[in-house]
């Protein structure tokens, strides 16, 4: 069973638009850490975001938020006001305290048009 | 700059050949990993290691091999026995490994043909 879920493949926006990507996780951990990633077209992953399960206060970095729902396992990033840099794949990941592993879920490739 | 290396950026290979990739960090990092991603698809793990000269399998290590003999060292070999190598390969790094984030070298697309 895949425990990160992104079900949204592809995403298009136009420019300024918010966009919220979706990740949801299944984990019987209850300590355990979710991050998010960026990779642009230059193929390099670029790390955004790490929580730990114990802090569900949400986040907040310019443009970006993020939301951490234990109730729901969901921990979706938002981008307010898109811009064309934004385009990417972003990976929501999984790291659970009592293994070695990330979990990568398959990645939601955004496209945001000018 | 502290970061990691992977070179080359591409690598063409004869089907049949084995083919080394390489990995360098100067982050003092204990855990590194090897990482195979396919086009439209999610990253898959390959080898990871904890510490000098011990490594365990991931998910699709089959086909491949590494070693760790240095702490900033982790090359990957794609040996003839890979059914498909062509990929893009990506690897990694951290303090530790768990909890700890993940910090990517730019990556090695190899082609085989």
């Known amino acids: 069973a895949q425990k990160v879920t992104q079900a949204q493949t592809e995403i298009s926006v136009v420019e300024k638009e918010d966009v919220t990507l979706d990740c949801v996780y299944e984990t019987r951990d209850t300590t355990y850490y979710l991050f998010w990633y960026k990779q642009p077209p230059s193929g390099e992953l670029v790390f955004l975001i790490r929580r730990n399960s114990f802090d569900e206060q949400n986040e907040i970095s310019g443009r970006y938020s993020w939301n951490f729902q234990k109730s729901t396992s969901s921990f979706n990033f938002t981008i307010t006001a898109s811009q064309v840099v934004d385009s990417a794949v972003y990976f929501c990941a999984l790291s659970e305290l009592t293994g070695n592993q990330f979990y990568f879920g398959t990645g939601t490739s955004l496209t945001v048009i000018p | 700059d502290g970061g990691i290396t992977q070179s080359p950026k591409y690598l063409f290979r004869k089907e049949g050949q084995n083919v080394t990739l390489s990995c360098e960090q100067n982050l003092n990092h204990d855990a590194m990993y090897w990482y195979r991603q396919d086009p439209g698809q999610g990253l898959r793990l390959i080898y990871y290691?904890?510490?000098?000269?011990?490594?365990q399998k991931g998910d699709i290590a089959e086909g491949y091999s590494v070693s760790r003999e240095k702490k900033e060292s982790f090359p990957l070999t794609v040996t003839s026995a890979q059914k498909n190598p062509t990929a893009f390969y990506l690897c990694?790094?951290?303090?530790?490994?768990?909890?700890?984030?993940?910090?990517f070298g730019p990556g090695t697309r190899l082609t085989v043909t």
């Open positions: 990694a790094s951290s303090p530790g490994t768990s909890g700890y984030e993940q910090y």
């Open positions: 290691s904890q510490i000098v000269n011990d490594f």
